[in-house]
């Protein structure tokens, strides 16, 4: 076996026992939980221990929580923009740089304000602000704008932007809307497919680059963007 298959071998199993460990002290804490208000029926799931190892959100907390995520996507200013400048040309506004992720802040947090959004609809399909979350996913996340968001990605310069914390949730996104029975949600994965497929071939290409795993608790660690990569692998 050569040396990058090793590698890759030991961030896989490395994966593994995180997902175990994170299992079982779900597990542990399972009867110490109380739910509030009658719980969600996630259509975009099927596994009867979701609502026994997973937080329980009831409909009126739920609106309440995605509105974080409402009141941010379309909030392009202050920004973190996290890539490199190489001249004047390339000063202009993030939502020209990145036109489906370009409010909450950051990248990273615009694809998970997304994810949240997706979620959320998966979880209560007849939430109260159902309209209004469809019509910012299908606005942000139309075929023209995840082209450009591909296009950015592609120049030599932004080639490390959001390796591999944002990448991964990239991944996670796209598997919330591959395992949606919302048809709305469907053509939003048609429109994602494209972009999720160019993350994971790079992806793969950063695995096969490193030497060790990345364990710092910060956003180069390898193990949480993986865990979101196996997930999508799954879903696919």
């Avoid at 997973?54 to 973190?80: G, M, Q, Y």
């Avoid at 992806?203 to 060790?212: A, D, G, H, T």
Wanted: charged share 25%.
């Amino acid at each position: 076996m050569n040396k990058d298959r090793k590698n890759i071998l030991f961030l896989i199993l490395s994966t593994v026992s995180i997902i175990t460990a994170t299992y079982l002290i779900k597990i542990n804490h399972r009867g110490e939980r109380s739910e509030e208000g009658s719980s969600p029926q996630n259509i975009s799931l099927h596994d009867s221990s979701y609502e026994n190892i997973c937080p329980v959100f009831s409909r009126e907390r739920a609106a309440k929580l995605v509105e974080l995520s409402l009141n941010c996507v379309d909030r392009e200013f202050p920004n973190k923009p996290n890539y490199v400048f190489e001249g004047e040309n390339d000063l202009i506004p993030p939502r020209l740089n990145t036109p489906a992720f370009f409010g909450c802040y950051d990248w990273h947090s615009a694809v998970h304000g997304h994810w949240s959004m997706a979620r959320i609809l998966n979880t209560y399909p007849d939430i109260s602000n159902r309209e209004r979350l469809l019509k910012s996913l299908m606005s942000h996340l139309d075929q023209k704008n995840i082209q450009s968001e591909i296009d950015f990605f592609n120049q030599k310069r932004n080639r490390l932007f959001e390796r591999p914390y944002g990448w991964g949730w990239l991944l996670r996104l796209a598997t919330e809307l591959k395992k949606s029975s919302l048809p709305e949600m469907k053509e939003l994965y048609r429109n994602i497919d494209p972009f999720a497929n160019f993350i994971s071939a790079n992806f793969i290409k950063y695995l096969n680059r490193l030497s060790r795993p990345i364990r710092e608790g910060t956003h180069q660690n390898t193990a949480f963007s993986m865990l979101h990569f196996y997930d999508y692998l799954a879903a696919i």
